[in-house]
């Protein structure tokens, strides 16, 4: 596992790893509109021309706002392009509630465990 893009105020921690050709980008901390620049530098397709497949682990992740929202957004969007796709694994209880507030859950796919969205 390596860390990638910290955010400087260190209100937002990221590290990505790699199982069976599928990039693992796990969010830890608070995911708002002062960090979410970091999140989407995050989770962007890498350009090695493979079709990005992408796990985001927000096991740890506290609080995410609206900003949040724009990124998961913008990282899927940009996965599908790419013919690639993300999910979402192990949001905790408040995290997955805004998922499901604003109907994230129903256009990226939102599973309870990293392992889950790694086999499905």
């Known amino acids: 596992m390596t860390d990638a893009h910290p955010d400087p105020r260190g209100q937002l921690t990221v590290s990505e790893s790699t199982v069976a ?3 693992v980008v796990a969010l830890r901390g608070e995911l708002d509109h002062t960090t979410r620049d970091v999140a989407r530098r995050a989770l962007a397709p890498t350009a090695d021309g493979a079709a990005p497949r992408t796990v985001a682990d927000l096991t740890r992740l506290t609080f995410m706002d609206s900003a949040g929202i724009n990124a998961l957004i913008a990282a899927y969007r ?16 408040a995290v997955l509630r805004v998922l499901q507030l604003v109907g994230i859950d129903a256009l990226i796919p939102c599973l309870p465990t990293v392992r889950d969205a790694l086999e499905n």
């Not at 940009?78 to 209880?93: E, I, K, M, Y």
């Open 21 to 23: 050709g599928i990039r």
């Open 78 to 93: 940009a996965s599908a392009d790419a013919q690639g796709w993300l999910r979402v694994a192990g949001a905790q209880p």
